[in-house]
C-alpha cells in the first residue's frame, strides 16, 4: 500500500509538472473593427509607439471605397488615427509599414480599379513627418522599367538601401523582380526571381551576413511557397519550396538559423492565421495557430519584451477585423 501511494504521489508530481509547462495561451485582443470590412494590417515600432496601417472597405475586393487607415498606440490597448490615405474612385489597399533611414514612416500601398480583374493597378507610397503624427498624401512610385500592373508589396531597408519585390503582369504573364531605392519613390531593377507559379506577395529579410532572403507566395501550380536567398548584389538566386501554401506571408529572423513564418494556412477545415518556425531550408518544426478563420491572414510582425506581437485580420467572430496578439517567445523553443 505505501509503495502504491509513493507511486500515485510521483506520478501526481510529474503530471503536475507537466502541466506547468504547458505553453502559454496567445493573447489576443480587437483593436480595430470601425469599417464594414477591415483588413490587410502591418505593424511596426516607431518612437517607441506602437502603429497599424489597415485597409478599410465594404468588402474584400472588388471594392472602390478602400483606403489605408493609420493607427497608433503606446501600449497596444488604446488606438488613435494619425492618418488617412485615400484616392477617389480606386481601391487603396494592403499598406506596408517601414522606417526610412531619414527617420520617417513610409506607407508603400497598392491603388487600383477592379473590374473582373485589375484594369489598372499603380504603386504609391506616403511618408510621415519626423514625429509620426501626420502623413503626406499618396504619390506615384517610379519603377525603372516598362509599366504594366505593377505591386510592389513590401519594402525592408537595409545599409541605407530599401528592396522589395515588384510582381507585375504582363501579357497575361507573370513575373517577380528585385527593386532598390534610395528613397522610396525611385526604383531600379537589381533582378529578376524566376520562381515560376505566379510569384506575388514576397517579403524581404537581411540575415546576419548580409544575405538576402525572400519568402514568396505563389498562386499556380502546387501553389507551394518558396524561400528563395542570394548574396550581394543580389542578382543570382537559390529557391527551396516550402511544404506549405502561402497568403499574406510575414518572417522574422529567429536565432541564427530559424525563421518565424506569419501566414494563412489552408486547411480541409478552413482557413487559420498561423506563425510557422522553420529553419532556412523550409523545413516546418513547429505551428503556433491564432484565433482565426474565414478571410484571414496578413501578419504585421515584430520582438517586443520577448513576445512576438502580430497584428493580423480575421473573420472567425463573423466582421471582418483586426485583431493583436502576443505569444511568448517560449513558445517557440
Excluded at 19 to 48: C, G, M, T, Y
Excluded at 265 to 292: A, C, M, R
Excluded at 296 to 308: E, R, V, W
Aim: charged fraction near 25%; charge should be neutral.
Amino acid at each position: 500500500m505505501k509503495h502504491l501511494v509513493l507511486t500515485l504521489i510521483s506520478f501526481l508530481s510529474i503530471s503536475t509538472a507537466l502541466f506547468s509547462q504547458k505553453e502559454p495561451e496567445p493573447e489576443v485582443i480587437k483593436i480595430w473593427d470601425e469599417a464594414p470590412h477591415n483588413a490587410f494590417p502591418d505593424l511596426i515600432r516607431f518612437s517607441d509607439t506602437f502603429y497599424v496601417a489597415l485597409r478599410e472597405g465594404n468588402k474584400h475586393m472588388p471594392d472602390k471605397s478602400g483606403r489605408i487607415r493609420i493607427i497608433r498606440s503606446v501600449d497596444g490597448e488604446k488606438w488613435e488615427t494619425v492618418g488617412l490615405l485615400e484616392k477617389h474612385g480606386m481601391d487603396v489597399r494592403e499598406a506596408r509599414l517601414s522606417i526610412t533611414p531619414e527617420g520617417k514612416i513610409m506607407v508603400l500601398t497598392a491603388v487600383g480599379i477592379y473590374d473582373e480583374g485589375y484594369q489598372k493597378l499603380y504603386p504609391m507610397v506616403a511618408f510621415s513627418n519626423e514625429k509620426g503624427d501626420s502623413f503626406t498624401s499618396l504619390k506615384n512610385v517610379v519603377i525603372s522599367r516598362k509599366p504594366g500592373l505593377d505591386w510592389v508589396w513590401c519594402l525592408t531597408w537595409h545599409k541605407g538601401i530599401g528592396y522589395g519585390v515588384v510582381y507585375s503582369t504582363r501579357d497575361g504573364k507573370r513575373e517577380a523582380h528585385l527593386l532598390s531605392t534610395v528613397d522610396g519613390v525611385q526604383y531600379d531593377v537589381v533582378s529578376e526571381l524566376t520562381v515560376g507559379g505566379n510569384p506575388n506577395e514576397a517579403t524581404l529579410r537581411f540575415d546576419h551576413d548580409d544575405r538576402l532572403y525572400a519568402v514568396i507566395r505563389r498562386e499556380a501550380g502546387d501553389m507551394m511557397g518558396v524561400i528563395a536567398s542570394s548574396e550581394s548584389p543580389y542578382t543570382k538566386w537559390t529557391y527551396t519550396k516550402l511544404p506549405v501554401r502561402l497568403g499574406g506571408p510575414n518572417f522574422l529572423f529567429y536565432g541564427e538559423d530559424q525563421m518565424l513564418i506569419g501566414t494563412r494556412q489552408y486547411g480541409s477545415l478552413g482557413t487559420k492565421t498561423v506563425v510557422h518556425l522553420s529553419d532556412k531550408e523550409g523545413n516546418i518544426e513547429k505551428t503556433v495557430e491564432l484565433p482565426s478563420g474565414g478571410d484571414t491572414s496578413y501578419p504585421g510582425m515584430l520582438f517586443h519584451q520577448n513576445k512576438l506581437w502580430i497584428a493580423y485580420y480575421s473573420s472567425h467572430e463573423e466582421k471582418t477585423s483586426i485583431y493583436l496578439a502576443k505569444i511568448s517567445e517560449k513558445s517557440f523553443k
